[in-house]
């Protein structure tokens, strides 16, 4: 008879599975208006806490835990109201949840919010993992020892090394040290100089993949460089230039939120309540960054109207009326396009009259589907805009200020002791090499000479590693001439570490205030997990630990290609000035986590009539009006990343199917984790 007891292998997996799924579940609540009222603590109302409801567990426990243990005791958000949360913050969220914005499903392609939230996912669900089990409480190695930086495995037994004496060192006092000492934090030690060159190689990997191999790439660059090219850097640097620090805040509080309009005006003299009162710079550059490209979706649209032998008046009426339908219309229409294999077209049309189906050939349908796509784009923006720019009362502009409130005792000091003007000019020279970076250059002898190509993840890495100095030089200025604050951040950052401490291992127990500091004991998770996997029937155990093994040999793949890759990108750094292609794929499990997350979603029918695509299926497909939006001198050969995407197709492996295990034991550890989110939260 099989043993019922997990390894510490399939615990490692099990939690993975169930991290995974829980984290992205959580994201993907917050389209729901009730997501946020049902979060709890901190955004409980004073009338739930009145009723005893402030204790209640979260509906949304692995984001809560993450909040509650490291971003609320942070210095400055710790000195934020409750108002701030429960009111201000929890208020905005619901606007936004309200704004019904458009799902990937409806446009057919994977969107800017679907990419930007799943990796947002998976970079939470990495430190959410370190929160539950802890790091391993092995013998402390020596930092001192040789790290070869030019071998993958050297830069992995150095992170992980760095890591442990963070957590159970006083690694963390020596940096902090350093960095009052000098600028360079790699003089540390050979361990930490060789993690800083780890960070660098996953850090370029994510760039390169949010703006190369992801097809929203060059729009999301588009983006970023309009932001880059509307704050005004300039006038930043001479209010910085003001001596007295009270005078500056002031200025740039001016600079950005103040509103000079008739309906602010007459709103401060009590002659009008709630008038729109226009927008400040900073609504201003929001609402032109999302605006900038809604002229191309209208012309899209305009395109497709005037199309001889496009759809007729009646068809794109019907679809007019239904991007104005409420939210319940929506989703109505959706999973009925899902449930009877109909494009979300044809279900549009067959709720407002099914005859209009039948006139409707292909092309028109194909057509349709680019029209819908680009109204509901527009739409999105719409809303966006009036959620954080023109409702009222303005919570955007009242968030910003309660945030400069708090941290202003720190700006004061930063600004008396740093001089801030030359590192917000190293911000704006990092941000015009990272557009510049990104976009698309020559391909050489051995690229297909003539051809554009897409930047490589190394360079990215030679990016960060140009930068990383100024980023030194601004700790090293803070750290020495602000040694208050130094002290305050490293209160905050070694009680943070704390929570991913396991009671017990080769270095003997920890004390009793250290146990205490983290209610949640990581080291029990093996153990809870254990008492979840026993609770099941006997006739599932083994179908469930079939999925858990798969799990742990997919893990293990993935670790060996990632430390393959990491090797790659090394080489291929240290022979930079050899004419080669450059890495297309980088390292990190998280990354493939990521593109699993993508490669699953729910895609409408390209077709009339058809089972629903998976986004694997349209990841190198940008929606109408996009692809119009971004210069063609910014993009690169497609055929570059079609070769590309094939090979890697090639040697990633397909992720088991787990679906067994999250319908098992999901809602158990959703239960077990909320329990452990709600212990000792924060006194407020």
Not at 295 to 307: D, P, Q, T, V
Not at 362 to 372: P, S, V
Not at 602 to 610: K, L, V
Request: one cysteine or more; hydrophobic letters at 35%; charged letters at 25%.
């Amino acid at each position: 008879m099989a043993s019922t007891t997990l390894s510490p292998q399939q615990s490692e997996a099990l939690l993975d599975i169930l991290v995974h799924h829980e984290t992205y579940s959580e994201v993907e609540r917050f389209k729901d208006p009730e997501a946020i009222e049902q979060y709890g603590f901190p955004f409980d109302t004073a009338a739930e806490k009145a009723n005893g409801d402030a204790s209640k567990m979260s509906s949304s426990p692995l984001l809560q835990l993450l909040l509650t243990r490291l971003v609320l005791p942070m210095p400055g958000v710790r000195d934020l109201s409750s108002e701030f949360w429960n009111d201000k913050f929890r208020n905005i969220m619901r606007r936004l949840s309200e704004a019904d914005l458009s799902e990937s499903y409806d446009k057919g392609t994977l969107g800017s919010r679907k990419r930007l939230a799943s990796a947002a996912s998976v970079i939470h669900e990495c430190i959410t993992r370190g929160l539950l089990s802890g790091i391993p409480n092995d013998k402390l190695p020596d930092l001192h020892a040789k790290y070869d930086i030019h071998v993958a495995q050297d830069l992995a037994r150095a992170w992980d090394d760095v890591a442990r004496h963070m957590v159970y060192g006083n690694l963390m006092d020596e940096l902090f040290d350093q960095f009052a000492e000098t600028a360079n934090i790699e003089d540390h030690s050979p361990a930490v100089e060789a993690a800083v060159h780890f960070a660098i190689i996953f850090i370029a990997t994510f760039l390169h993949h949010l703006f190369v191999l992801s097809a929203e790439g060059p729009y999301l660059l588009k983006l970023l460089d309009n932001v880059h090219s509307l704050v005004p850097y300039s006038v930043i640097g001479q209010t910085l230039r003001v001596g007295n620090a009270g005078t500056m805040i002031n200025g740039l509080v001016r600079l950005f939120l103040a509103k000079l309009s008739v309906g602010a005006i007459s709103n401060w003299l009590g002659l009008t309540q709630n008038a729109d009162d226009g927008m400040n710079l900073m609504q201003r550059i929001i609402s032109l960054v999302l605006e900038w490209d809604t002229s191309e979706f209208r012309k899209a649209i305009e395109g497709i109207r005037r199309s001889k032998d496009g759809p007729g008046e009646s068809h794109l009426a019907a679809i007019d009326e239904h991007v104005q339908a409420s939210r319940e219309q929506h989703e109505s229409i959706r999973e009925s396009s899902k449930e009877e294999k109909k494009s979300i077209i044809i279900a549009i049309l067959e709720n407002k009259d099914k005859q209009l189906t039948e006139s409707l050939s292909e092309a028109q349908h194909t057509q349709c589907l680019e029209y819908y796509s680009a109204q509901i784009a527009i739409r999105d923006r719409e809303k966006i805009t009036e959620a954080l720019c023109r409702q009222t009362p303005d919570l955007a502009t009242s968030i910003v200020r309660d945030g400069i409130a708090v941290f202003e005792p720190m700006i004061r000091a930063i600004h008396k002791n740093v001089d801030l003007r030359k590192h917000i000019g190293a911000v704006e020279s990092f941000l015009t090499d990272l557009i510049k970076t990104s976009k698309p250059k020559e391909g050489g002898s051995g690229q297909g000479q003539g051809k554009t190509v897409p930047p490589s993840i190394e360079d990215y890495v030679s990016l960060l590693k140009k930068h990383r100095r100024p980023g030194y030089d601004y700790i090293h200025d803070f750290a020495q001439g602000c040694p208050d604050l130094r002290t305050t951040w490293l209160d905050w950052a070694k009680n943070s570490l704390k929570f991913f401490r396991q009671s017990t291992g080769s270095n003997g127990s920890l004390s009793v205030d250290e146990k205490d500091s983290s209610s949640h004991c990581p080291e029990e998770m093996d153990k809870r997990l254990q008492d979840l996997f026993n609770g099941l029937p006997e006739e599932e155990k083994s179908t469930i630990r079939a999925s858990i093994d798969a799990h742990v040999k997919y893990l293990s793949v993935l670790e060996n290609i990632s430390d393959t890759r990491v090797q790659s990108i090394i080489d291929a750094v240290d022979n930079q000035e050899k004419e080669t292609r450059g890495s297309m794929s980088g390292p990190g499990v998280y990354i493939t986590r990521w593109h699993s997350l993508l490669d699953e979603t729910i895609i409408t029918p390209i077709t009339p009539r058809g089972p629903p695509r998976k986004g694997r299926d349209v990841k190198g497909l940008k929606a109408l009006g996009k692809t119009e939006a971004v210069a063609k001198s910014d993009t690169w050969d497609s055929g570059a990343m079609a070769e590309q995407e094939e090979q890697e197709l090639q040697t990633q492996p397909e992720a088991p199917d787990v679906s067994v295990v999250i319908e098992a034991l999901g809602p158990k550890f959703k239960s077990l984790v909320a329990g452990m989110s709600i212990k000792d939260l924060p006194l407020r």
